[in-house]
């Protein structure tokens, strides 16, 4: 979930229909919390009389929000769970586009849900409540602005990826080139003369390296001032890694931190543990992190994945994950891009379960410090 700044402000947790008690068991067992840490987490509750008390003292509260059906809101049994759980500190999210006030009360629901695809409700079932309110399932970014005038302020859904090149203003051909070249430049592990050239051509993406290097998360006592002390401080792997993330920062003058940056953020933070936990090198583990970031920039530059990849040096174990989804990155690249990763898909992997739950995790927390830090 995130909020008109692309900020990310909470996840939401699906599980198995049947039961929640996997999911919650799941949630309460990998301390998931601190890996999602500040983000709170939205747990949908089909069946909330299932919901085991035992496993549910293990959550946070002050960071779960319950969905709950509206269709639910005249049993007086669920009712009365519901006053539990607020006086515990768990907040309840009223799911349905004709819940309003009255059921919100019934559930001690303090904001509305709904589904974008569907039927809207309407801002007076929206404006007695404090919210924050939800919209999911939003296709395109246009979709937003009418949900912010209804009331809306936490966003779900692909919007991120349809026409996110149309987020801002178009690059003109000396811009693309420069990109590109870059792109090419950190493909073939150039050194850090030739990365200088493009950067200082780039005020966009020069400042935010600057601004990305002097940020808490580095450390540094002295303010950098210069590419050459960013280029030697942070080393070359690093660096590397750094700008093929920038490069999704580079294109939000507004201020938003742009909505693909933490999305190819978890792509190549999770290959790149995926790779690892199977046993990868350094190396294959650098591949891994360019695939999953790299796998994006078709929707970034509003370019066929084909001719990007013509015009740089890919490895090309690199080149056929992204155009193919053939090799063992092909594989991993197709498995993180799945909202839900199919069990034949993880066995093709060689991946169980709680191994990628875990991975899942180590890269969201990741991609959380990289969006607050860029």
Not at 98 to 113: K, N, T
Not at 146 to 163: C, I, K, M, R, T
Not at 308 to 323: F, G, K, R
């Amino acid at each position: 979930m995130a909020n008109a700044h692309n900020e990310w402000v909470a996840v939401t947790l699906h599980g198995p229909q049947a039961s929640t008690a996997p999911l919650l068991a799941a949630l309460a067992a990998a301390d998931a919390y601190a890996f999602l840490a500040p983000l709170d987490c939205i747990i949908p509750l089909a069946d909330p009389h299932g919901v085991d008390e035992a496993v549910l003292a293990q959550l946070a509260p002050q960071r779960t929000i319950f969905r709950l059906p509206a269709q639910l809101a005249g049993d007086k049994q669920l009712q009365k769970k519901c006053r539990q759980w607020r006086d515990a500190g768990y907040r309840i999210l009223l799911d349905g586009a004709d819940a309003g006030p009255v059921a919100a009360a019934q559930f001690e629901a303090r904001a509305l849900s709904f589904d974008a695809a569907g039927a809207h409700p309407a801002l007076h079932q929206l404006l007695p409540l404090p919210g924050p309110h939800l919209a999911y399932n939003i296709a395109d970014a246009e979709q937003i602005a009418a949900l912010q005038e209804l009331g809306v302020s936490w966003f779900a859904g692909d919007y991120a990826l349809q026409h996110a090149r149309q987020q801002g203003e178009p690059e003109d051909a000396t811009s693309r080139r420069r990109l590109m070249s870059l792109l090419g430049l950190l493909a073939r592990d150039a050194d850090a003369h030739e990365l200088e050239v493009p950067l200082k051509q780039d005020p966009a993406l020069s400042y935010h390296l600057l601004k990305l290097v002097n940020s808490a998360a580095f450390g540094f006592t002295a303010p950098i001032t210069s590419f050459s002390q960013a280029i030697t401080l942070l080393g070359r792997r690093q660096l590397q890694r750094w700008l093929q993330l920038l490069l999704y920062a580079r294109q939000q003058d507004d201020g938003k931190i742009h909505a693909l940056l933490p999305l190819a953020a978890v792509r190549a933070a999770q290959m790149e543990a995926l790779c690892q936990l199977r046993g990868g090198d350094r190396n294959a583990q650098d591949l891994a992190f360019m695939a999953g970031v790299f796998s994006l920039l078709d929707v970034l530059l509003g370019m066929p994945m084909q001719e990007i990849i013509a015009t740089l040096n890919l490895a090309p174990e690199v080149s056929a994950a992204l155009l193919e989804r053939n090799g063992e990155l092909g594989t991993l690249l197709a498995l993180v891009e799945s909202a839900t990763p199919p069990p034949d898909g993880l066995r093709r992997a060689g991946i169980d379960g709680e191994t990628y739950w875990r991975s899942l995790l180590q890269a969201y927390q990741w991609a959380i410090q990289v969006s607050r830090n860029l």
